[in-house]
Structures are given as C-alpha cells and as structure tokens.
DNA sequence: AACAGGAGTTAGTCAAGACTAATTTTCTTT
DNA sequence: AAAGAAAATTAGTCTTGACTAACTCCTGTT
C-alpha cells in the first residue's frame, strides 16, 4: 500500500508551503531547482527544505527527484502564481491606495499575502481598475493565465499530465506532424519519461474525444514547442 | 534556576495567543473567566483552553488560578486592547475606504488583524482621520483607553429610550437582520415592553434620518446583542 | 581509479497548538 | 453529609515546520 502517485488535492496550502512554491517558482524557470539554492533562498537550512520538499511531492504539488532537485507540477505552479498574485496586488494597492513607499510595500505584501480572502483580493483588484504590473514593473497574473505562456514539454518532469494549450505556429511541417500524432490543444498528454543525454521525451497522447491513448517519442526540437496550460 | 514568577516580556505574541487574550479580554469585563467559556467563544476543547491558559500565566500575560479561572494582568490587558484596536481600525478601514458591507468586515479583519505592522497601522488610522468608533459603534482603543460599554435592550425597563451606540460584530447573519430593521449605530429605539416568561422584547424603531418608525419584536438573543449609549 | 568536498538526505529533537481519554475538583442537590 | 453533575486538569498523541548531527551520494580532480 503505498501513496498514490497522482496525489490529491492538497486540502490547504499552508503559508509555509506558499512561501516554498513561490520560491521555487521565482527560481525555476529553467529547469529543476536544487534544495540547497531553495534553503538559501527561504534563510532556512538545507533539512529544511528537503522535508518541506518531500511533503509537496507527497501532496503533488511538485516532483522530488532525491538528489536533483525540485519542480513544480502544474497545480504547484497554479498555487505558485495564485500566491504572487496577492503580493503584487498587495504591493499595488499599498503604493497606490495606502501611500507606502515603494521600498515598504514588499515588506507588508510579504505578511498580508497569506492571508487575503478572495473576497478582498477581488475587491482590491477592481479598485485599482485591473492592474497589470505592480509598482517594481512585475506583471500581475491573472487568471494564472497571462504571466507565462504554460510550460512546455521540455521543462515538465516525468510523470506531470496536462492539457495541451498551445503549440507553437512557425513552421506548418511541425503542425502538421503534431496534429497528426493527435498533439493539439486539448488534447490530455502525460509526460513518461525523459532519454537520457538530454534525449528525447516519450510521452502518451490522448487527444481529445479518442480513448486508448497512444506513446510517441519526441526529439527536443518539438518537445520544446509544445505547451501545457498553466 | 527556574522561571522569574514576574515573568519577562513574552518576546512575540503569536497569533493563537492573541486570539486567547481577546477573547479573555471580551469575555472578563466583570472578574474572572472560566476557561470552558474561552474554550466555547474560540472553538477549541477544554484542555487546549487550559494549556494556553498555562502557556499565558507562564509569560504573564494573565494569572490563571487552577480551577477558578483566568484573568489579564495588566500587560495582557495591554496586549487584548492592541488587537482589538487594530481588528476595528481594519473593520472600519474596509468598511469605508474598500468598500466592504458592514456584515463581511468582521470576517476580513479577523484573518488580517494578526498581520498587521505598526507602520501600515499609523498609516491607515491617518488616513481615516483617527476615527473614534468602528462601524458597528464599537469604540477602536487608542493609547490604551478603553470605555465602558453601555446596556444592552434586555437590560432596558419597558418605557427606557435610547440610541443604539453598538451590535456585536460576530455573527454577519444578525448583521444584516438588524440593519434590515433600521437598528444601526444612531438609531432611536424605544423598550415597549418585554414579554412575559423570559419573553421577546418589542421595540419601536427609529433610524437616523428616517422619520415615521417602526415596530419589531426582538428574541432574546438579538436584544442582548444591541448596546444602547450610557 | 580513487578520493575529497560539497550537496543532499536521514534521524532525532523541539515548540506551538490542537486533540482524546482519563482523572480530579468543585458545586449543587437532596 | 453524600452523591452526582459539571468544570477543570493531567497525560499522552498528532501535525507543522523548524533545527543539529551524522551519514550518503555525486562530481571533479588528480
């Protein structure tokens, strides 16, 4: 009887939690990030993190591989851009509305962030007209939509499932072939496994309304041009 | 060596503590509290009372007398009025600058009051131009004053008028009922008389501005929950 | 190919704060 | 004055999230 390996949904997100998955959101944008930059990062020592780590994963809200570092799964991300979110708003608001110097703002945002309502965060955005950056020229995302463009395939660890968003439009030889593997938005794609000596990635596709789901084998190339929704 | 029975300045307040120390503080106005009334008003079993209660003798926060109840020292006192202090100054703050109905305030500042900085405190007391009460009527403490709370309408003789000076904040479902009712903070209203047998209460409504008024029968626990001024 | 040193992990501890179960005090009622 | 009920406490457990100490894995040198 062991854990399931697609996890459940976290029932809550502690503020410790938000604090490492907004950490390691911020630091990895290319690729998994190791504990010790994770523990530098936080001001919390290396066990630290490795425990902090090895809970996330259990919850799934990112992938531990022991020894090389963590990576968010797409709900981990989700939770991750939900948590900035609130802090730059926050930030917004506290410059704009409040009055505190752009040198404050952080400071506050940083204990407040846990702790806003959706209710208040709702409130606040629409008072100050849907902002798009905060004060220090961040984007504000929104709808965990626009800040990024959803991982691609490359940067998702093995065993992350998502849905295909978008698909990179330059060249019709690619999109051809994709489509013809069933790799279109909305199709259900889960990643098994990355080769080896930066290799290709073997992944299975459902697309969408088809059952049995089929295996293929992409070169970088295309795997870097796939994206999942974020 | 064993501890200063004049205990030492607790070095931080955690946030459980400072919802012990009101609810102590709200509950205490006439001698000792028995911590399953704490336990009832926060929501947690008998002995969590009784161990935090240990916990806040221990840094002199209050004097616990085991089996005969708890009671704020003078510097828990200090620290009750602080976080009432800052969860009105919240309630009135979203009320009036974000805009928020007077039933959700109460919710909101209870998640932010414990996160709040002195900074951003000074700064929003300025900008609501140091207000005196809170939206329900309630007094917000400044410099450690504190004042006494008037009677409520089920300490009223039958034939007693009065304006409503403060309703309890806890329960937003009341909240909307009685502002339906026009019984707001500033409204006249008038005893009529109690029913019989620990019976309702009628009253006659007069809201501030508005000029006929109205008739209404109150249960017992809506009119213990109206204060009028003393 | 061995190995030093750094990165990572395991094991064990601690404090806060909650819980249940069992026990003790105090109060009320006959 | 004794019995029961209600209140309070003790004892022991659990979870979160941090820590130190000790061990293991990985990698870049020689």
């Known amino acids: 009887m062991s854990e399931d390996p697609v996890a459940a949904a976290p029932a809550t997100i502690t503020p410790a939690m938000q604090d490492y998955l907004k950490a390691i959101f911020r630091l990895g944008e290319t690729g998994p990030v190791a504990t010790h930059r994770l523990a530098e990062e936080l001001g919390v020592t290396a066990p630290s993190a490795t425990n902090m780590a090895k809970r996330l994963h259990e919850v799934g809200l990112l992938t531990h591989e022991p020894y090389?570092?963590?990576?968010?799964?797409?709900?981990?991300?989700?939770?991750?851009l939900d948590v900035v979110r609130r802090h730059r708003l926050l930030e917004t608001y506290l410059a704009e509305a409040v009055g505190l110097g752009w040198d404050e703002v952080h400071d506050e945002a940083e204990r407040l962030e846990h702790h806003l309502s959706e209710r208040?965060?709702?409130?606040?955005?629409?008072?100050?007209?849907?902002?798009?950056?905060?004060?220090?020229?961040?984007?504000?995302?929104?709808?965990?939509?626009?800040l990024a463009p959803g991982p691609t395939l490359l940067q998702m660890p093995a065993g992350s499932e998502g849905t295909v968003s978008r698909v990179s439009d330059r060249d019709?030889?690619?999109?051809?072939?994709?489509?013809?593997?069933?790799?279109?938005?909305?199709?259900?794609?889960?990643?098994?496994?990355?080769?080896?000596?930066?290799g290709p990635v073997r992944v299975r596709v459902l697309p969408p309304g088809e059952e049995p789901g089929q295996e293929?084998?992409?070169?970088?190339?295309?795997?870097g041009v796939v994206r999942l929704a974020s």
């Open 120 to 146: 208040l965060e709702a409130r606040i955005d629409s008072l100050l007209g849907f902002p798009a950056t905060d004060p220090h020229g961040d984007p504000i995302p929104r709808d965990g939509a626009n």
């Open 172 to 198: 019709p030889e690619q999109l051809r072939y994709l489509r013809d593997l069933g790799i279109i938005p909305g199709a259900r794609i889960t990643v098994i496994e990355h080769l080896p000596f930066e």
């Open 216 to 223: 293929y084998v992409l070169g970088r190339v295309l795997a």
């Open 68 to 80: 090389h570092g963590v990576q968010l799964t797409l709900k981990g991300r989700q939770a991750a």
